[in-house]
């Protein structure tokens, strides 16, 4: 029986409790029954889980860990201290604590979360992508923009949809103007411009390693059409928002090429890899309208893994239980402890240790 500790971080209180307080009917679980059920089914798995939230307070992590002293973590911690740039440096203490954990190593989470960075690792691998620029803080938007319009203007280090909304769109050269001013004010952060793809909206929900598997493909559909066609912050996360009323998930999306679902497979499969990701990702593409080609508009190496959710759906349709999927990502982690060769005793460095041999034959 493997110790498997899920960590997770909230030091807010949950807008779900709230909503049920005050008797609105919500489509979601809260957090603690989120990761309660995550435990269970570990359980079931033939483990033994311990969940704490860490709050982002870093002597309760290591305190857990030490008196836990799990087999592998399970970490589903996305920020820490309100700031995302952190989220990376989590596994790497993982890392230099010499423990396994699921999901993606920190140079991956962190080249994630850098939209630009991995828009330009996408482009070396021969990866499509949309065409775009980048204005940074105090910039302004270039005299010639050798984009199509429309375009979207993104905050360029932000998830989870993040910044943006109905005016992320733009269709000429004042309302982008506006747009960028609009994201370096207010997110204090530099404005990724992209050309906006009007086509389907497809998330591809990748497992394992050796090699990953593309689960069923999950298509987004908007049925407003006075709406614009993308997922808003409000899409994502208010459930009593214009926004997530006119969008629906379908897995597997209704009349799609097999041809086209296989070359999205491939490209998310290399989109995966191009990022260095391990155990679970989900990469959000767009299909071109004319010509099917299918653009990454971003690979999502720590994706919602709450049952109900995209991924979950995605793992369903695949003919696997969402019981099974949790517990096969906590095997790699296991399993690359397993497979980690014994330290050595003797010296690493070479010279020392060739030293230290001549020194030996001639006593």
Known sequence: MARVLILWNVTEEDVVELWRQDGLAVPWETVDEEMALLATVL????????IINIRDDLATLLDTIATVKPDAIMNLVEFFRDDIEHEHHVPALFELLDIEYTGNRPLALSLCQKKPLAKALLVAAGIPTPRSLLIEVGGR???????????????????????????????????????????LAEHKMAALVEEYIEGRELHCAIIGNDPPEVLPLFEMEFSDPSLPRI???????????????QVE????????????????????IRAFHALGCRDYARVDLRLDPVTGEPYVLEVNPNPDLADGCAFATSVRASGRTYGEAINRIVGFALARGQSR???????????????????????
Request: glycine share 8%; with cysteine.
């Open 341 to 363: 060769p014994p330290r050595s005793d003797g010296p690493s460095d070479d010279l020392l240790r060739e030293y230290l041999a001549n020194k030996k034959s001639k006593s």
């Open 43 to 50: 359980r079931d798995g033939g483990h033994e889980p311990t």
């Open 249 to 268: 998930g379908r897995c597997p999306p209704l009349d799609l090429d097999e041809a086209i679902v296989a070359h999205v497979k491939d490209v998310a």
């Open 141 to 183: 938007v270039p005299a010639t923009v050798a984009l199509r319009f429309p375009l979207i203007v993104k905050p360029a280090y932000e998830d989870a949809s993040g910044g943006i909304d109905g005016g992320s769109i733009v269709a000429d050269r004042g309302a982008l103007e506006a747009r960028v001013a609009h994201v």
């Open 231 to 245: 997922i808003t912050y409000r899409a994502k996360w208010d459930p009593f928002s214009p926004d997530y009323a």
